[in-house]
């Protein structure tokens, strides 16, 4: 099946400071979606983007299907960002295949 | 209009026991997923349904597990009998797939937290 590798697996940011996470596939996807999950469990959908580039406020992500990578940019980051981050891929049939997540934690 | 739907939030139960997870898809929305989070395997497909019928269901665990979708606003995840292992948080996910190839961005519940003992 597809594989999903995400980078870097945690990271540690001064509030403030701005942010790259990566999204590797192994495959050609249909559907590539990034999620936010909170201190509460909750998972939060920030992108549908399985090509080209969003922005939505300090966030915005580019898919780049071809060299199969999608990145997820933060900017200006604030305590309320802390969370785990999942990139999650379409095998096939609408079956999500999730990445292990980047876990960021924001300092004030 | 309201999100996808889960109940309880929040499930006890005791090795043996029958634990019935349910959930309410986004109106209007015809696909619906149930996903399982561990720490050990991350989050994972467990069963998905198009217009209420099961079309894989390769990612249920054992025959302990069972899913239903009576109908387009319900859908059940049934585990009998629980097991210590089950413990997890369990998630529901709709999206509005019509019939073809595209696919369409999948909204998840605010999860199950099961817990056996």
């Known amino acids: 099946g597809i594989q999903v590798e995400q980078s870097p697996p945690d990271l540690i940011l001064q509030e403030g400071a701005n942010s790259t996470l990566r999204c590797n596939f192994s495959?050609?996807?249909?559907?590539l979606q990034w999620f936010h999950q909170n201190p509460w469990g909750q998972l939060i959908n920030l992108f549908y983007?399985?090509?080209g580039t969003k922005q939505n406020g300090r966030l915005s992500a580019t898919t780049v299907a071809t060299e199969r990578y999608s990145l997820l940019y933060i900017s200006s980051s604030q305590t309320t960002d802390s969370g785990v981050y999942f990139c999650a891929v379409e095998e096939y049939g609408n079956k999500l295949v999730f990445g292990a997540g980047t876990i960021l934690r924001v300092k004030s | 209009d309201a999100g996808v739907i889960q109940s309880p939030r929040h499930e006890v139960t005791e090795m043996g026991q029958e634990v019935t997870l349910r959930c309410k898809p986004i109106s209007g929305h015809n696909s619906l997923f149930w996903y399982r989070q561990t720490m050990m395997r991350g989050l994972e497909l467990l069963i998905y349904f198009n217009n209420n019928v099961p079309i894989d269901d390769s990612g249920m665990p054992e025959d302990r597990f069972s899913a239903k979708m009576p109908n387009a606003s319900f859908s059940t995840l049934k585990i009998q009998p629980s097991e210590p292992r089950d413990s997890a948080v369990y998630f529901c996910?709709?999206?509005?797939?019509?019939?073809?190839?595209?696919?369409?961005?999948?909204?998840f519940g605010p999860g199950t937290r099961l817990t056996v003992t």
């Open positions: 983007i399985p090509s």
């Open positions: 996910a709709s999206s509005p797939r019509l019939s073809g190839s595209r696919s369409y961005e999948q909204y």
């Open positions: 495959d050609s996807v249909n559907n």
